[in-house]
């Protein structure tokens, strides 16, 4: 069964902390993975990332895929309030999106 | 403009009604979700239809239908709401189906059900 994993569910820290974020996943066919933001509506699209070790990055924001050991990181430096969110990560296989359960970031003052 | 748009954003209604959620996008995309996040803010898969037809659907009761009248709508319909029916449903659409790598979701606000 297809499936997208992350850790952790939850996390605290300060602002100015440096966090990583993980996604593993197994899925037959796989095509692309996306890491999206949710803040109080929509998930809104971060990243895609389709080939191994090449890193994405955008300001304070980067992530990089390891298609041998199945799995992605999201890495936030000099976190702010505003990065305050779930971050989502969804598996592109032939048909279809699969999304893990997400990890709720809480940056404190 | 809204890319992915989704009425209405919020909808309380007793168990036992039958209710309505719209969507629509200007993207010009092939291929429409539906999504349900439950309290727990887990994302789920419900329908995905890609011109019209339905090429998803996902263990879902009969109560739900999802019907696409053309490949810029796909709207929800739920028979006899439930109390586990709360949740937040979000609309999604994207160019193809996940099928290319070249492919990014785009989603509507959600519409938050709440059913008493």
């Known amino acids: 069964e297809d499936k997208v994993v992350q850790s952790p569910l939850s996390l605290v820290v300060h602002e100015g902390d440096t966090v990583t974020l993980n996604c593993s996943y197994e899925?037959?066919?796989?095509?692309?993975l996306l890491w999206y933001k949710q803040e109080k509506k929509a998930p809104t699209f971060l990243f895609m990332l389709?080939?191994?070790?090449i890193e994405k990055k955008s300001g304070r924001l980067s992530s990089i895929l390891d298609k041998k050991e199945l799995f992605s990181i999201l890495n936030i430096t000099a976190t702010q309030t505003g990065d305050s969110a779930i971050y989502l990560c969804?598996?592109?296989?032939?048909?279809?999106?699969?999304f893990g359960t997400g990890t709720s970031l809480t940056v404190i003052p | 403009d809204t890319a992915v748009s989704q009425t209405p954003k919020y909808l309380v209604t007793q168990m036992g009604n039958d209710k309505s959620i719209k969507c629509e996008q200007n993207l010009g995309h092939d291929t429409m979700y539906w999504y349900k996040q439950d309290s727990k803010k887990f994302l789920k898969i419900m329908f995905s239809?890609?011109?019209?037809?339905?090429?998803i659907n996902e263990t879902v009761p009969n109560r739900f239908s999802p019907k696409s009248p053309d490949k810029a709508h796909l709207n929800l319909h739920i028979n006899s709401l439930e109390l586990g029916d709360s949740a937040v449903y979000f609309c999604?659409?994207?160019?193809?189906?996940?099928?290319?790598?070249?492919?990014?979701?785009?989603f509507g606000a959600g519409t938050r059900l709440s059913v008493l």
């Open positions: 389709t080939s191994s070790g």
């Open positions: 899925v037959t066919n796989f095509r692309s």
């Open positions: 239809y890609n011109n019209k037809e339905l090429i």
């Open positions: 999604a659409s994207s160019q193809d189906p996940g099928g290319l790598a070249k492919n990014i979701q785009y």
């Open positions: 969804a598996v592109a296989t032939g048909n279809q999106f699969y």
